[in-house]
């Protein structure tokens, strides 16, 4: 892989590797970049879907990489972890910026008043002690309402030439180690925002690794998501309340009340079209923030106090002016999809949001077509090709994956790029470098098919009894993967008056404790839902089943699943399999991914939704998984689990 990754940044052609759990893919990526980066004097940038792995690389492998490969590289190389500005406490806000209306449930509730009151106080306590100004650094943390109160976006940031603070800032700190950096870690989102909002946020670089790139078209979707809705433009009229003619702020509250209104009645779910009264009050909405726009009027750069109000109300305004174009123009190029979100909670009411139809053309243009990329998962060959998340990534289909064939320096020289040419297409290799364990000795992949297929209606009967029986062969030791919080809860209600074991759920701590937990008693069970499908490493005897309720398609009314599968079932296309059984095909690799995690794990990944091994679908899901040995029957799978519990009593 070391190998594969020196050759992408050397030819330019990007490069698309799997590489197992405990395969050590970081070192892989992280050598010859650090090598790219000293010998040309260029920044590479690292990006990761999860803090986990973000603070792996940062507290664990480059300090030890930096270290090891000094003397070959001449000098220690240099790296750093940078974040979006909202992530960082901004120190003028803290003392002197306006602070945000609390949210009405707080109106008319002293005790949430006093609380965020208390939470802020501790804020300002933490500055004095703090040397980053790092939200993840506060521990234990505070709630979002908290946090906003002592940071800004970056549309609202005043800028380091007009803040008081300037230099001092912990957000421009950051930027400034990063941009002396060789190596800067990131986000997602963060690549994101840099390629497509028209602002840099990241240094120059000319090669991206993309690690956890299963999760980038889901994070770099939820980055060019908007949403309009009537909390947002109360709080932004409240804002520019106080800096322009009231009548003009009065007018954009009275359009956010209509939609509010509106919203309120609609139906959730996706908008195949927009309704005459919505499109009407949305265009209100849009001509009343531009107004507001124009009475701000121009900056004036004496007055720093008057230059924060008008830039927190700006950025407010700015983003719901564009947003409701956006709505408005969405069922004219069909490059967006809009949707009523409804709050099935009851604590929040509705927007309306609009999300791209698909990203890979703003990836190869904004991403591929102008750095070195290298993309690397556990998970990123589904029905045994590349081909699937190429497409979504806005790649030209490959001839399927390559296997990692013997060592062996690549050939080629330093000269290997190709010139730019503006009729070139988009080159990439798939490599998968395999993985370390013996997938076919060490782990079974158990299809419950006797069993009904599941129903709307909760977990059926008879899968809590196959539950039941695979839980007490495992002698507990067992994450269950539940596809709704609803049949997780369902699933820990059912077992804990019926099995001997703990059963933790998602929901009873903070996922981490639950986690935590689970590791240190290997009798115990955690179940529940997304995070858990691909945020556990827990090796060695406390997990050594898997259980995943259903195969993980997304809800037929999701509006962004549906309005993909409907394009692709447009174009001549499988809908279906295109969109919902790859979607399921990753959680499901995801999942099952949670089983080895070291060289001596061994274990069951069951599975208790019968169409994976009946349905016509089924193939190309099984052939997403790693190659387990695979059975059908469940006196099997509870003989090989007792005697995997009886080794480790």
């Known amino acids: 892989m070391a190998l594969a990754v020196e050759r992408s940044i050397r030819t330019g052609e990007h490069l698309a590797v799997q590489a197992g759990t405990g395969t050590g893919k970081s070192l892989a990526y992280l050598v010859p970049a650090l090598r790219h980066a000293v010998a040309e004097e260029s920044t590479v940038v690292i990006s990761t879907a999860t803090i986990a792995l973000q603070r792996q690389l940062v507290d664990r492998d480059l300090p030890r990489l930096a270290k090891a490969l000094r003397k070959e590289l001449g000098r220690e190389p240099r790296f750093a972890i940078l974040k979006g500005r909202r992530n960082y406490l901004c120190m003028h806000r803290l003392h002197s910026g306006a602070p945000d209306e609390p949210e009405d449930a707080a109106l008319f509730d002293p005790f949430a008043v006093s609380k965020l009151g208390r939470e802020v106080k501790r804020l300002h306590e933490w500055s004095s002690d703090t040397e980053t100004g790092d939200r993840d650094e506060l521990v234990p943390g505070v709630p979002d309402q908290a946090w906003k109160q002592v940071s800004v976006t970056a549309r609202e940031c005043l800028g380091v030439s007009k803040c008081p603070i300037g230099t001092d800032c912990f957000a421009e700190k950051a930027r400034a180690e990063a941009g002396r950096a060789d190596v800067v870690v990131t986000n997602h989102a963060m690549l994101a925002i840099d390629a497509l909002e028209g602002y840099q946020v990241l240094p120059d670089h000319d090669v991206v690794v993309i690690d956890e790139a299963h999760d980038l078209v889901d994070r770099v979707t939820s980055v060019a998501t908007e949403e309009l809705g009537s909390a947002a433009i109360t709080t932004a009229a409240r804002r520019c309340g106080k800096l322009v003619d009231q009548a003009v702020a009065d007018r954009l509250a009275e359009a956010g009340d209509g939609l509010g ?378 003989a090989a689990l007792k005697r995997l519990d009886a080794a480790n009593k």
Request: proline share 6%; with cysteine.
């Open 261 to 638: 209104m509106l919203l309120e009645d609609a139906p959730a779910g996706r908008l195949e079209s927009l309704p005459k009264a919505l499109a009407t009050t949305v265009a209100a909405v849009r001509d009343a923030a531009r107004v507001c726009i124009t009475s701000l009027g121009p900056e004036r750069k004496e007055d720093v106090e008057g230059s924060t109000a008008r830039k927190l109300a700006l950025s407010l305004l700015d983003d719901i002016h564009d947003c409701a174009v956006r709505v408005l123009e969405a069922f004219d190029d069909e490059h967006d999809v809009v949707w009523v979100s409804g709050d099935f909670g009851g604590n929040r009411a509705p927007v309306l949001r609009v999300a791209p139809l698909g990203v890979g053309g703003l990836l190869r243009e904004r991403l591929f077509g102008k750095r070195t990329t290298v993309l690397t998962s556990a998970t990123l060959t589904l029905g045994g090709t590349f081909d699937t998340l190429a497409r979504q990534w806005g790649l030209p289909a490959a001839s399927g994956a390559r296997k990692a064939e013997g060592s062996g320096k690549a050939a080629g020289t330093a000269t290997d790029k190709e010139p730019p040419s503006d009729l070139g297409a988009v080159r990439w290799t798939g490599l998968d470098v395999g993985s370390p364990f013996e997938h076919g000795s060490s782990g079974i992949l158990y299809v419950a098919r006797h069993l009904p297929p599941p129903g709307r209606d909760g977990l059926p009967p008879a899968y809590l009894d196959e539950l039941e029986g695979l839980v007490n062969a495992a002698g507990g030791r067992a994450l269950g993967l539940f596809s709704s919080m609803r049949a997780a809860k369902a699933a820990t209600e059912a077992l804990r008056g019926r099995v001997d074991f703990p059963v933790l759920c998602q929901g009873d701590d903070q996922t981490g404790q639950l986690v935590k937990r689970f590791a240190e008693d290997a009798r115990t069970c955690l179940f529940g839902t997304l995070s858990l499908w691909q945020g556990v490493d827990v090796p060695g005897p406390s997990l050594q089943l898997v259980v995943m309720d259903r195969i993980p398609f997304p809800r037929p009314d999701d509006p962004l699943a549906s309005a993909r599968q409907k394009a692709v079932d447009s174009r001549g296309g499988n809908g279906f399999l295109t969109v919902s059984a790859t979607h399921a095909a990753l959680l499901l690799a995801q999942g099952a991914g949670r089983l080895l995690r070291s060289m001596n794990d061994k274990g069951v990944v069951a599975v208790l939704d019968p169409r994976l091994a009946t349905a016509r679908y089924g193939g190309f899901l099984r052939a997403s998984l790693p190659p387990f040995w695979t059975t059908y029957d469940t006196e099997v799978v509870k």
